[in-house]
């Protein structure tokens, strides 16, 4: 089993992107659920979803105390929510940020946690060039795709257009592209 | 059709393949994306000539559903926690009225302190109003048991509650095998009611009753839950006939044969458990686990042939009987009269804290090795309580407790979880 | 209005005999083919102004509706004395379920009616002021937001009658009941507080809302009449005496009643989406202490007199003289 924690603000369709996630795996054959940690927080607090992939029935319904991959949407979180709880110890981290994993002022947690890969890419900024708005979410999803292959693209684009219908989902599938291209040619393959 | 698809979405669909008539909806989370959906579908007209009625309280909600039930049409809502409660009366009044209703509670805590999260002290504080109480594990069974309990209510003339986990289920994506129109319509037929209020044939609905026959009347209530235990599984045989899956009946078990110990709950915390009992049984401990689905009526007999030769039963329950402890254990208790079996009261989950699959493993070894308090409170800082305790101890206005508690435990949001 | 006012009054009196009326114009219960809703043999008080408006009101739905009708019931005292289990005196489709959810099971019976397609048939609720004004409030506020297609009729007997006499939000200023007793300083319900339902009703901006009183039957069918003719939520005010709890001789019903709208204090009138369209002037002018001094629920008011309480109560029913424009204005 994977699990998967996304952290995010409210806002940034970080439910979304737990729900994109599991569609995908759905549409690829696999088992899988996904839901937020529940609560009444509004616009800009933080939030987190959970998202679960195998290839077995998934029982538990306990949040992702021990993520193999955290999915940070809004790097501002780094350094205010303790993101990196119970990680596990190969777990992929990707950040949605301009800056590299160098500049985020993450030198101890990295050197404490060699097994840990982590990875920044500025998904909002993806997003912006054709959307006009900086949802993060569908970039970290393609991006996941693409640095595990755990989901395939076609599947991460069929749920983009399930979820959003006309033409809001093709100009999503197209930020997937662009995230798939710059992510595969930027960062080392997992 | 086999869709990945939101727990309250699936619901709505399946409510709306049901037919219904009549609904009236008052918001409060985490119901709300269930009547929203249906909402949608009404006005869309994809639910006949159903009326959909956006009322000014859960109390108008149900009595709404009252008239509408007793001029004969098929109803439908949905509420949980604080709702619940605030419509307590009409609950009582659509079971005592017999008034085949169905109504999904998305289980939620009741305040004072206000909690939007999960567990089951709302339908619990209504268990004994008259209605049945059916408690899904999944998505999947959720959207059955409506289905169901459709045809349950109706056949009994009695109110249905389907339980689901409050944003653990109603939140929740994940699969479910949505049924079809034609599926629906082959298991549950028009609904007849057994009575009606028709100009043509006048009746008079809800007279006073003295005490020369309320207890009649009240047995006869009784009676019908009698009947429900034998309905719900020749009900859950002819779904699975139709619909080609086992869903509903009184309780499931999981490797119980041989179990010494066995772990029982009601909803979707099953899931949980049954990770747990996989676990200890790599390691050897003889364990299993039974999920109730029907609450009311209580399975007692049912129970009792499960659980032969079991040594210990772990009642994990998310609800509290203040002054006393457990509501279930309390039930499974009485079910298991002259017994030689240990029944142990585990309290978990309360306000939505979750029950991790750990805690559940620790809490079964420690019954097993040296027995538990009664009731165990599940992962219980005490910390923080015996300060606050001492605190109050130490100065007569010791303020509001849940602050208190809050301020021992730091700021909500710090915890990635 | 769709019937012709009364013109033929006896001698002496306000009653007018219906063998001097046509037929056409004569009320529902003077007709063979009344329908008897609420049937003798119940068990209310002797000179119950409720089982009497009842009567009135059902019968005359019954007639407009052709016998098509579902009636709902607050739990009251009109539900306690028609429905002792196992005998009722209801000879309609008639529903009771809680005190405070007349009006919302009613809207239920009416959406079950529009999904089924039988909008022939139609929905009356009824409750007492306690049910109205305080308990069911809300609901009925609902009820009336939504414009269901109920009619909704408020038997007023300014109290809570059904559990001993206690006092309600239509309880009138200065009256006695059980919890406002006639001891201290300003005995009896305080002044300035309580409220006026049929005024609220008109905020809702209903079809139809109607004040009637039980001294005035044939006004009490008219506007039952009129309001089962329209469609949307409408209201029913009826103003009905209850000699137990107001301390009146059973015989002097009708005429308490009677004082109550020609005082000015219970005016009579109707209105139409928020507006009054009509009212029924007063013929003759009494003064509030003839109505009160009926009641022995006002004694304290007059013996000693009250001077303060007295004028305050009067000048309540001059405001309503000159709201509903009740007298002729003078040249």
């Known amino acids: ?190 | ?417 | 209005m769709s019937y012709q006012r009364v013109k033929f009054y006896q001698t002496g009196t306000f009653t007018v005999g219906n063998r001097l009326l046509d037929e056409s114009n004569r009320t529902v219960q003077a007709g063979m083919d009344r329908t008897n809703s609420l049937n003798s043999g119940h068990r209310a008080c002797q000179g119950c102004g409720e089982a009497l408006g009842a009567r009135y009101a059902l019968d005359a739905v019954m007639r407009a509706t052709h016998q098509q009708m579902v009636a709902v019931n607050a739990t009251g005292c009109l539900e306690v004395f028609s429905s002792p289990y196992p005998e009722s005196a209801w000879q309609i489709p008639w529903m009771h379920s809680l005190f405070g959810n007349a009006p919302a099971v009613a809207s239920g019976v009416a959406a079950a009616l529009r999904a089924k397609g039988k909008t022939d048939i139609r929905v009356i609720a009824q409750g007492g002021d306690g049910a109205t004004v305080d308990i069911g409030f809300g609901c009925l506020s609902g009820m009336f937001e939504r414009n269901d297609d109920v009619l909704y009729v408020c038997y007023d007997n300014e109290a809570y009658m059904n559990t001993g006499v206690q006092r309600s939000g239509s309880t009138p200023p200065r009256a006695w009941t059980n919890t406002t007793q006639a001891v201290g300083k300003d005995p009896g319900n305080p002044m300035g507080i309580g409220k006026n339902l049929p005024r609220i009703a008109m905020a809702h901006g209903i079809p139809y809302v109607a004040t009637a009183s039980v001294a005035d039957l044939h006004d009490l069918e008219a506007k039952v009449t009129k309001a089962m003719s329209i469609r949307g939520a409408r209201y029913i005010h009826i103003h009905v005496p209850c000699p137990l709890g107001w301390k009146s001789d059973p015989a002097h019903t009708i005429k308490v009643a009677r004082l109550a709208v020609e005082s000015g204090l219970f005016p009579l009138f109707e209105a139409e989406g928020g507006e009054v369209t009509d009212r029924t002037p007063i013929r003759k002018k009494v003064l509030v202490e003839q109505y009160l001094e009926l009641q022995g629920r006002f004694k304290h008011l007059l013996h000693p007199r009250d001077e303060g309480a007295l004028e305050a109560i009067q000048a309540m029913a001059d405001a309503n003289i000159h709201r509903y424009q009740l007298l002729p204005l003078k040249a």
């Open chain 1, 1 to 190: 089993m994977i699990q998967i924690r996304i952290h995010g603000r409210g806002g940034q369709g970080v439910v979304t992107a737990a729900e994109l996630l599991a569609l995908a795996a759905f549409r690829d054959g696999k088992e899988a659920q996904a839901f937020p940690s529940f609560g009444s927080e509004r616009t800009g607090a933080p939030v987190t979803a959970f998202c679960r992939i195998d290839s077995q029935p998934i029982r538990s319904r306990e949040p992702v105390y021990h993520p193999d991959v955290l999915l940070i949407q809004d790097s501002t979180l780094l350094h205010q929510v303790d993101v990196f709880a119970g990680l596990a110890q190969s777990a992929l981290v990707l950040i949605n940020s301009t800056r590299h994993v160098d500049a985020l002022h993450l030198t101890d947690f990295v050197t404490q946690h060699p097994g840990v890969q982590m990875y920044s890419f500025p998904a909002s900024d993806l997003a912006m060039k054709h959307l006009g708005r900086p949802f993060a979410n569908i970039g970290m999803v393609a991006g996941y795709a693409v640095l595990t292959g755990e989901v395939s693209k076609a599947s991460v684009n069929q749920a983009i257009t399930e979820k959003f219908p006309g033409k809001i989902g093709e100009l999503n599938v197209t930020v997937a592209a662009e995230v798939y291209d710059y992510v595969a040619a930027n960062l080392a393959k997992v």
């Open chain 2, 1 to 417: 059709m086999k869709q990945h698809i939101e727990g309250s979405q699936a619901v709505a669909h399946a409510v709306a393949l049901c037919r219904p008539e009549v609904m009236a909806c008052y918001p409060i989370s985490p119901q709300t994306h269930i009547v929203e959906t249906l909402s949608r579908k009404v006005k869309a007209g994809e639910v006949g000539n159903c009326q959909f009625l956006n009322v000014e309280s859960e109390f108008g909600a149900l009595s709404v559903l009252i008239g509408a039930s007793a001029m004969g049409a098929r109803t439908y809502t949905a509420t949980t926690s604080q709702g619940l409660l605030f419509m307590a009366e009409a609950v009582y009044n659509a079971a005592g009225l017999g008034l085949p209703i169905v109504m999904t509670i998305a289980n939620r805590a009741v305040g004072a302190p206000i909690n939007i999260w999960n567990d089951h002290s709302d339908s619990m504080s209504m268990r004994d109003a008259g209605w049945l109480q059916l408690f899904a594990e999944d998505n999947q069974e959720a959207v059955d048991l409506h289905i169901q309990a459709f045809r349950l209510a109706e056949e009994l003339s009695c109110p249905v509650m389907v339980c689901m986990d409050g944003y653990i289920l109603t939140h929740a994506y994940e699969v479910v095998d949505l049924p079809t129109q034609e599926q629906v319509d082959a298991y549950l037929p028009v609904f007849e009611p057994v009575q009606v209020l028709d100009p043509q044939d006048p009746v008079s609905i809800g007279a006073m009753v003295g005490p020369e026959a309320f207890a009649e009347v009240r047995y006869l209530a009784h009676n019908k839950h009698l009947r429900a235990l034998e309905e719900i599984p020749r009900l859950s045989q002819a779904f699975q006939d139709i619909f080609q899956r086992s869903s509903g009946g009184l309780l499931k078990t999981y490797h119980t044969d041989e179990a010494e110990t066995i772990l029982l709950a009601l909803g979707s915390v099953n899931g949980t458990i049954k990770d747990a009992v996989d676990d200890l049984r790599e390691e050897g401990w003889p364990v299993g686990s039974i999920a109730l689905r029907a609450y009311r009526p209580f399975p007692s007999h049912a129970l009792r042939h499960v659980v032969k030769g079991a040594k210990r039963i772990i009642v994990i329950e998310k609800d509290l009987a203040v002054g006393k402890g457990g509501i279930v254990s309390s039930d499974v208790k009485m079910a298991l009269q002259g017994v030689p079996i240990i029944v142990d009261t585990v309290i978990a989950g309360l306000g939505g804290r979750s029950i991790p699959k750990a805690s559940v493993i620790d809490t079964v070894k420690q019954a097993c090795l040296e027995g538990l308090e009664e009731p165990h409170f599940l992962d219980l800082n005490w910390d923080a309580i015996n300060r606050e305790l001492t605190r109050q101890q130490a100065q007569r206005r010791s303020g509001p407790t849940p602050e208190n508690i809050l301020r021992e435990i730091g700021a909500p949001g710090a915890s990635p979880i």
